[in-house]
């Protein structure tokens, strides 16, 4: 079999073809590709899927702080909201939006991550799936499937598109992520391959146009939020998807759209610190806190 | 680009490109440097020179010359331990013109007067393009295992080291050559297909000729 990753309709028809999920397509694939057993391809990713977890624990405590000082702590306030049990929206959102914030908040400390796809939007995948096996009982071999599914979504997105932010905005980074873990959950909460189709999608369509503006150009304002944010939006688009509504869309042409829009985001948009957030009064006072005033001169 | 280009590298934070990437580059100056570091000089270009401090790129880079690999836990102390162990550093802000924007200087001196010294720039998703060693123009990108081997500009080494990579069934997809001047001092790099589990460098750093060969191996190889 050997598959480009240029079509997700491509992956979604060769599932139903074959009676399974994406998932076991692209690890069957993969293995072929890298030239290695299919056990070897999911041992590899229960291994990253580990690293995952151990950087959501070590990202809920109190004490994280980021390199720059910026930010920090926020998993811990999300925790203890849920422990007394205050949360709006119950344990499986507010717990989402915790671990997301947890893996976000490691990164920014330099602690332990898994780019997935990107640094930046680390923490969005990880916690849909944690959240689904955590609060839904999900199977750690299921989970570890799902991210298989997730990687072949991103992988697409990849080659049609972009999952850098500096080369097509948060859209491509925050929002793969977020098409990305929309897919996993669609798997987990047992839905066809097409249901994940419409997830990414529904996931994608919602965040077009969002741009990369980092205050100090540093991973950490607003990316951190965005992580909460765009797991939200990936339970959001995975939720319709399951209740059987169709993005209208494909998903293959909204991240040909994603794309179109990308490259029209001016440069001061795309990581580059010198527009929208980062431009703000506060935002030019925090970066001249981090560097000392050489940045504001 | 396979799944774990998407989910993976296993990094340290923050960013990909400040951090990984520059890890790489760092370690990349550690390799070629065959004895103990007592100095290291660090310049930064364009988005590393700006953000440095931030991202945490200065220990990412110290990190790399200490040997660590990009999901080493210690990134975080690593200017602390290079201290410790007697490494002074240096790092200088540059606004000179630089290819691309995230490129650091590297110049190692070791303990027996020993200096190397490399140019990368991290290109994003913690790939880089290491484009200068010792003055001799490279072009590596780490997306397959390479041989980086420096010899003397004699005649049958290239040949020696080729016949050698294919009697131990190995497939070249890239080869280079660089070299200060006729005679003196060159540079092969050698992008292979796969992985090799034999301990190629050994082999090589014996050929008569060859003064230093490391293997650089792929970004998301293990």
Known sequence: MELKYNSLAELANLAKKNGCNISQIVLQEQATAMECTEKQVFERMKETYHVMKKAELKGQKKDTVSTSGLTGGDAYKIKKHITEGKSLSGDFLTGALMRATAISELNAAMGKIVAAPTAGSCGILPAAVITMQEEKGCSEKDCVMALLTASGVGMVIANNASVSGAEGGCQAECGSASAMAAAAIVELAGGTPEQCLHAVAIALKNILGLVCDPVAGLVEIPCIKRNASGVANAITAAELALCGIKSAL????????????????????????????????????????VYGCKESK | MNIFDIIGPVMIGPSSSHTAGAVRIGRIAHLLMDEKVTKAEITLF???????????????????????????????????????EGVELSFVESDGSCPHPNTATITLTGEKGKKVTITGASVGGGNILVSEIDGMEVAINGQSDTLIVVHQDVPGIVGKVAEFLGNCGINVCNMALSREKKGGRAILCISIDGHSDLDLTTYINHFVGVTNCIMLLANNGR
Do not use: N, W
Not at chain 2, 53 to 73: F, N, R, S, W, Y
């Open chain 1, 250 to 289: 494909p998903a293959d042409e909204v991240i040909l759209a994603m794309k179109q829009v990308g490259d029209k985001i001016d440069v001061s948009l795309r990581e580059t610190a010198e527009g929208g957030l980062a431009s703000c009064p506060t935002a030019k006072c925090l970066c001249d806190k």
């Open chain 2, 46 to 84: 364009g988005s590393f020179a700006k953000t440095y401090k931030g991202h945490g790129t200065d220990k990412a880079l110290v990190a790399g010359i200490m040997g660590m690999q990009p999901d080493d836990e210690r990134i975080r102390e690593s200017i602390h331990l290079a201290e410790e």
